[in-house]
Nanobody, 121 residues
Framework: QVQLVESGGGLVQAGGSLRLSCAASGRSFSDYARGWFRQAPGKEREFVAA???????LYADSVKGRFIISRDSAKNTVYLQMNSLKPEDTAVYSCAAAPIAAMDPRGYQYWGQGTQVTVSS
């Protein structure tokens, strides 16, 4: 079966950095878009970043210039490098895969369980 597993979350002070990883198994996603979403308590899930199979990227305005999404097709893995973290970045971060890159989470077919990122001030 298809499975996506996130790792790399944790506690960090404001201004610090974390790198999230999402390893996929069960099929190759080299021809899929890969995305990251986040959800804070009491809020809707929101788009963070995505990378197309071509390598082009999309970012939410709130993270542009601070976060970098990348992929390693050989490892079937996508990464999210998060720099200059702010307390408002605190959320559960989930990775996903879709045939076409999109900012709407409803366009994604496969999802991981998520990893907690907490940024203290």
């Amino acid at each position: 079966q298809v499975q996506l597993v996130e790792s790399g979350g944790g506690l960090v002070q404001a201004g610090g950095s974390l790198r999230l990883s999402c390893a996929a198994s069960g099929r190759s996603f080299s021809d899929y878009a890969r995305g990251w979403f986040r959800q804070a308590p009491g809020k809707e899930r929101e788009f963070v970043a995505a990378v197309r199979w071509s390598g082009s990227t999309l970012y939410a305005d709130s993270v542009k210039g601070r976060f970098i999404i990348s992929r390693d097709s050989a490892k079937n893995t996508v990464y999210l490098q998060m720099n200059s973290l702010k307390p408002e970045d605190t959320a559960v971060y989930s990775c996903a895969a879709a045939p076409i890159a999109a900012m709407d989470p409803r366009g994604y077919q496969y999802w991981g369980q998520g990893t907690q990122v907490t940024v203290s001030s």
